[in-house]
């Protein structure tokens, strides 16, 4: 079974709108769950972290996500983009297995057009 | 300033070659990591090292080898093994022992084998 899924390989918007990226991971992994962005042919970057704590996380460049327990989630979101928040965006929970490894999803790419 | 670093951005080498990539870090970090990114896949986990003198393997290690004879190195080799070994290839780093759990990552060396 897929430990994380993002259901959107690609979400287009026009900048200054609300974006909401979608994660759902399994219940056998860790409740330890990130957010990576990357841009076009670089490394990645750390948006947030929920370890624990207020499910609402806040995160750089005006992200937010939310840990939702019951629906297994940890959808981001953002009240208004920018042309420069295009990249691609990828959710990793935590596995533990002896060794904790980070699980991505296959990520969603973000297009914002003016 | 700290960091990690990959060398070289890309890298092209004929198919029956082993080529060597390049990983170091400033971060005094403990355990690293090589990951391979595939279009639509996602990042997986090609081998992972927590101390000095020790790796084991990660998901897809057929036709990799690594070695971490330094703290502060983990060379990755793609070997003439890898049946496919076109891809973006990324280093990342990060505390052991501490509850954090984030991985910093380089800025990548995009292999092309022709």
């Known amino acids: 079974a897929q430990s994380v899924t993002q259901l959107d390989s690609q979400v287009p918007v026009f900048e200054e709108a609300p974006v909401e990226l979608r994660c759902n991971y399994s219940?056998?992994?860790?409740?330890?769950l990130f957010w990576y962005v990357q841009y076009p042919n670089q490394g990645l970057q750390l948006l947030l972290k929920?370890?624990?704590?207020?499910?609402l996380v806040k995160g750089i460049n005006g992200f937010e996500a939310e840990f939702n327990k019951s629906q297994t989630s940890f959808h981001l979101r953002k009240p208004s983009v920018h042309i420069s928040d295009t990249a691609e965006y990828f959710c990793a929970p935590l596995m533990n297995t002896g060794f904790q490894k980070l699980v991505f999803g296959t990520g969603t790419r973000l297009l914002v057009s003016p | 300033d700290g960091g990690i670093t990959q060398s070289p951005k890309y890298l092209f080498r004929k198919e029956g070659q082993n080529v060597t990539l390049s990983c170091e870090q400033n971060?005094?970090?403990?355990?690293m990591y090589w990951y391979r990114q595939d279009p639509g896949q996602g990042l997986r986990l090609i081998y992972y090292?927590?101390?000095?003198?020790?790796?084991q393997k990660g998901d897809i290690a057929e036709g990799y080898s690594v070695s971490r004879e330094k703290k502060e190195s983990f060379p990755l080799t793609v070997t003439s093994a890898q049946k496919n070994p076109t891809a973006f290839y990324l280093c990342?780093?990060?505390?052991?022992?501490?509850?954090?759990?984030?991985?910093?990552f380089g800025p990548g060396t995009r292999l092309t084998v022709t």
């Open positions: 090292s927590q101390i000095v003198n020790d790796f």
């Open positions: 990342a780093s990060s505390i052991r022992g501490q509850e954090t759990y984030e991985q910093y």
């Open positions: 219940s056998s992994v860790s409740v330890y």
């Open positions: 971060l005094n970090h403990d355990a």
């Open positions: 929920y370890l624990s704590g207020s499910t």
